[in-house]
């Protein structure tokens, strides 16, 4: 009942707020009053949750279909989250297309989308952040220096107000999903992080809401990051085993990426721990690693990784 009062508020009438399938919370209150009456239900549902900044795609898609084939409820979260922009980035050009996005999550048959505003998420009085103690100074850390611990924050308030048994995340932001995971363990957040492989166009290039700013002549071209990936992989894999240096193997991805003129600047090329996304001195397909890199292709931002040897059977599902 006080479900239902709670869904009226925000339901028939106010356009976005209603769809048949598909709950749309918009406060933190409103989560947690469903939450409650989910468990008051009974019945033992687990709650999958696929948080997110919105333009959702396949990718996504796939996150969402994880989520319930493993689930009895799945939640969803658009929330383009300002704390993990760099000024200058492009947070005001971050795509939105709510209306579109809701259709999506509907037609995919997931059960509630957390819709909060950046005043429901960010009060003004605020004291606290989630600081990761090294992550910022490693790679996409020290490119992006707010991003890890904007998303840790956000993460761990998502998780709180969500609850989810089970939550989900691309294999695209590698390093995302090695933040998390750690979250998670540190602060004995209790949630499962399930990674999910990343999805790809038919000629590699990974799926990403950033993709729709390449303009029609650089697309065929923003495949340049997976391949060079592809090459330091298969250099590993050559390697049957036996250790490498990450430097070389470096070197011959860097290389790849400079035969691509439109490639305005490498920002990254890492050779790293699974583990903790600490740099590697030396790689083999035995102990596996995480190849990951950023690139500029004109001035859209590219990031792809590929997982070697054992770190797949680690961590992706
Ligand atoms: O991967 C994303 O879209 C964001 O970093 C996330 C996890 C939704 C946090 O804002």
């Not at 048994?165 to 090695?178: A, H, L, N, R, V």
């Not at 430097?247 to 890492?270: T, W």
Request: hydrophobic share 35%; proline share 3%.
């Amino acid at each position: 009942m006080q479900i239902q009062r709670a869904m009226s508020v925000v339901g028939p009438g106010k356009g976005l707020t209603s769809r048949r399938n598909l709950h749309v919370i918009r406060t933190v209150n409103e989560m947690h009053e469903w939450r409650r009456h989910e468990y008051r239900q009974g019945g033992g549902r687990t709650v999958g949750f696929v948080p997110t900044m919105g333009a959702l795609h396949e990718g996504h898609m796939t996150l969402m279909k994880h989520s319930k084939r493993e689930n009895g409820l799945t939640v969803a979260s658009i929330f383009v989250n300002p704390t993990q922009f760099s000024q200058g980035e492009d947070l005001d050009k971050y795509p939105r297309q709510v209306e579109a996005d809701m259709n999506l999550l509907k037609k995919n048959g997931v059960d509630v989308l957390f819709l909060p505003s950046s005043e429901e998420m960010y009060s003004p009085n605020k004291l606290h952040h989630v600081e990761p103690a090294a992550f910022s100074k490693i790679f996409e850390g020290q490119a992006r220096p707010e991003f890890f611990r904007g998303v840790s924050t956000i993460v761990t308030k998502l998780f709180n107000i969500v609850r989810p048994d089970f939550s989900y995340f691309g294999q695209k932001d590698i390093s995302q999903c090695i933040l998390v995971r750690k979250l998670v363990e540190d602060l004995n957040i209790p949630t499962k992080i399930r990674v999910v492989s990343t999805v790809r166009d038919s000629d590699g290039l990974a799926l990403s809401s950033r993709n729709a700013y390449l303009t029609a002549e650089e697309r065929p071209f923003a495949d340049i990051l997976y391949r060079s990936l592809s090459v330091g992989k298969k250099m590993i894999e050559s390697g049957n085993g036996s250790e490498i240096s990450s430097k070389d193997v470096e070197a011959a991805i860097r290389k790849q990426l400079q035969s691509e003129s439109r490639v305005s600047n490498i920002e990254y090329v890492s050779i790293a721990s699974h583990l903790d996304m600490k740099e590697l001195e030396s790689v083999s397909s035995k102990n596996g690693c995480v190849i990951s890199s950023a690139v500029r292709l004109g001035t859209v931002r590219l990031i792809d990784n590929l997982l070697v040897g054992k770190a797949y059977y680690d961590i992706v599902c």
